[in-house]
């Protein structure tokens, strides 16, 4: 039996009773049955026409009870059962598949913030940027500040939007004995900035007279009000760790 899958995620906004919206998602997978079991009494429990398979997959995702669909590409019928076995034949003209797996994550904020620290302690979500990350007091030169963030699948603070600099500007960074400035991502090789990943930067949120020196690397200092300092590599200061995460 072959069989093909077919993924889909999708955002929907709800509106709870107190009045907080809260973010839903839902993950739901499709494998595509050629030859379906039939049991001649499940009767559809939604049948429209809708012009593509792909909409009539997203009509099942979104409704919470569909288990099973199938599409008819010549009269265009999308009909969602409930259960896996239907009532009628699949013909060369129809497309059925079976959900296979569904997910539902009530709140999205949970389960950000349960992928964001859930497997390295020390990580904060914080879902206005969105941004998942990790302040550090530790002194580190570059390379062990790069593997540190590294250790817990993460990276510096890449600061590559806008709204991640107003952020990082909202955050109280503090001074401890042996530090006063936080690592985030960038090098600079000859006069060409990038990320670690070799992005180039392209906005600079320098603090008014910085860079001042030849150096290749950067810092919010504190008392700069996160605005970026450049930093030696080889100085010790303390590091903003970031992780991308991703929902799956
Ligand atoms: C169900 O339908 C199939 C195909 O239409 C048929 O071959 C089978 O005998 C039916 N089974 C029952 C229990 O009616
Ligand atoms: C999240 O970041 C915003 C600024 O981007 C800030 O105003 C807010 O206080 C932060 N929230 C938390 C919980 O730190
Ligand atoms: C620096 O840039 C030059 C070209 O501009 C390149 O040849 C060299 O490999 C780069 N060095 C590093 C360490 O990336
Ligand atoms: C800055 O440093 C680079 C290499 O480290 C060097 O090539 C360049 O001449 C320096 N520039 C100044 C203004 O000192």
Redesign the pocket.
Known sequence: MKSLFSKMWLWLTLISVNGVSSLVYQHTTFQRHLNPVHDNRTSPFFSSTVSTAQACVIKCHNHPSCESLVYDKVSFQCSLFEGKNIGEKITSSQVYNQVSTKTVHQNIIAHANNLCNGDSPGYFY?E??PVCYKIDTQPRLMDDAVMFCGESGGHLLRIDTE?KQ??VE?VNLETTSSIFKYRIDGKKNNTVWTFSNNQPIKRFYWYPGEPADNISSIGLRVGYGGKWDDVQPSVLHGCICEKDIKFN
């Open positions: 914080n206005s940027v709204i107003k952020f909202s």
